[in-house]
């Protein structure tokens, strides 16, 4: 007999109330239709019949109160369990860390817990590990690692449920979604920083699987040292709005199973009827100085003026790659220019529609 568990993942969601909206001329993000994008893709996700909901962090704009409490008092109102983390922008300091179990009390966390992390059967035989990636150095910079605590409870955690099925759902990425991520200044700040020393742990006890967000794109990653699989899944304030229902199925054996991806994308808003025309140009826009410094650090031995006469041919590149299943030529660029470019193009897994096998039985 087949076991099903369905359920869907809205990450980033960045919610904003339109009197708390941060207006400023840089702004990357489309934060005046979180709402309506939350609630679309929501709505769209309870008519296909999901067991549960995930949001994998960055809740809110910027951890304001009032939009922790109309996230929380929203998700109430829901007929299904949905299950959360804190993002970055969630916990901006040290004691909004402290107040987030008292906002999200029933979303997997109890009030006041501590360490900022839980376990919940999401189905028989089928576990799901909360974890928080936000800590404070003692300067008061705000970092993306796991804690010593953290680790202690979650090897206490690994060893109680040997026969279950476990997935991590943890803000940061555990698996690099760009080529050489986990060592460039500007994509290593969106991995976890000790996220070696985790997926060590977690291999140990055979854990395959995290949902991650952050970096705002829709990936699929696999390391295969680990034997390991990251999904991450894009933000529904920036192109394209993307948000997932998955189904994982499985007979006899919950860690012998498929899981099938699907991707869809919030189509329009109030106020913008072409949503996905909109966002993409928006970020063309605003991707160019990103995308400079992306070239810069890459050492490619070109003059900045140089790397200035070809942003304009890469106007969309960022969107392409936020968007998933990206595949890049550039014959016209310089040799350095063109390989590490082209370098960008996404490697399988597919990023929006997959199938994930987890057992040398199965066929994909």
């Not at 549960?52 to 109160?65: A, R």
């Not at 109030?270 to 025309?277: E, S, T």
């Amino acid at each position: 007999m087949t076991t099903q568990v369905r359920f869907g993942i809205i990450s980033d969601p960045h919610i904003t109330l339109p009197h708390t909206l941060w207006q400023h001329p840089s702004r990357f993000h489309l934060l005046e239709w979180s709402i309506p994008a939350f609630e679309i893709a929501l709505a769209h996700l309870l008519d296909l019949g999901i067991d549960f909901l995930l949001l994998p962090g960055d809740l809110t704009q910027h951890g304001e109160v009032e939009n922790h409490q109309w996230l929380a008092e929203r998700l109430r109102q829901l007929p299904i369990p949905t299950y959360l983390i804190p993002g970055n922008h969630d916990v901006p300091t040290p004691q909004a860390l402290e107040a987030f179990s008292y906002f999200y009390a029933g979303f997997g966390y109890q009030v006041g817990q501590s360490p900022l992390c839980y376990s919940v059967s999401l189905a028989p035989g089928v576990r799901l590990l909360g974890l928080n990636s936000n800590c404070f150095a003692p300067t008061g910079e705000q970092l993306g690692a796991l804690t010593a605590d953290q680790l202690h409870w979650l090897q206490n955690e690994l060893e109680s449920h040997p026969t279950e099925l476990l997935w991590v759902m943890i803000h940061h990425n555990l698996v690099p979604h760009l080529p050489g991520q986990e060592q460039s200044h500007l994509g290593k700040r969106y991995m976890l920083a000790n996220w070696a020393e985790l997926l060590s742990l977690l291999q140990r006890y055979g854990v395959q699987l995290a949902f991650t967000g952050h970096l705002h794109v829709q990936d699929v990653a696999y390391n295969d040292r680990y034997n390991f699989y990251d999904i991450t899944t894009g933000s529904t304030v920036s192109f394209p709005h993307p948000y997932r229902l998955l189904t994982y199925e499985f007979t006899d054996n919950p860690k012998e199973g498929k899981l099938h991806i699907q991707s869809f994308r919030v189509q329009a808003v109030p106020g913008c009827p072409d949503l996905q025309h909109y966002s993409r140009e928006w970020m063309g826009e605003r991707s160019g100085g990103f995308l400079k410094k992306l070239l810069l650090q890459a050492h490619l031995d070109l003059p900045e003026a140089d790397i200035d006469k070809f942003l304009p041919h890469l106007r969309y590149l960022w969107a392409d790659i936020a968007n998933g299943d990206a595949h890049f030529s550039y014959p016209d660029f310089p040799p350095a220019l063109r390989q590490f470019v082209e370098g960008l193009s996404d490697q399988p897994p597919a990023d929006n529609e997959c199938t994930l096998c987890f057992s040398d039985r199965l066929e994909c």
